[in-house]
């Protein structure tokens, strides 16, 4: 059974920065894309918006927002995935999600979210 566990969130102040982690396990095959998400206070799930992906191969995309401030990198041996939350506004507070698909199939798993708060 997929499951994919997030850690690292927490309350900082504004400007302040925050690592976050994502464990992927209980999966025979490798993963493809991984990637960050985020759905903010008052927003529904289908309102989810990306904030960063990474391929296997280390390509990055970024949502324009966080370009500059966040950094996404992941370390395949350890099926692990990091967002590197820098220069932290309120505007970021959000529960973050990572996902990630396998190769082989269609279905992307998702993390049960980490709390990020960004406080004046």
């Known amino acids: 059974q997929v499951q994919l566990v997030e850690s690292g969130g927490g309350l900082v102040q504004a400007g302040g920065s925050l690592r976050l982690s994502c464990v992927a396990s209980?999966?025979?095959?490798?993963?493809?894309?991984m990637g960050w998400y985020r759905q903010a206070p008052g927003k529904q799930r289908e309102q989810r918006e990306l904030?960063?992906?990474?391929?296997?191969?280390?390509?990055?995309k970024y949502q324009d927002s966080v370009k500059g401030r966040f950094t996404i990198c992941r370390d395949n041996a350890k099926n692990t995935v990091y967002l590197q939350m820098n220069s932290l506004k309120p505007e970021d507070t959000a529960v973050y999600y990572c996902?990630?698909?396998?190769?082989?199939?269609?279905?992307?798993?998702w993390g049960q979210g980490t709390q990020v708060t960004v406080s004046t």
């Open positions: 996902n990630a698909g396998y190769r082989g199939s269609s279905l992307v798993y």
């Open positions: 209980g999966s025979k095959f490798s993963i493809n894309d």
């Open positions: 904030v960063a992906t990474i391929s296997r191969g280390g390509s990055t």
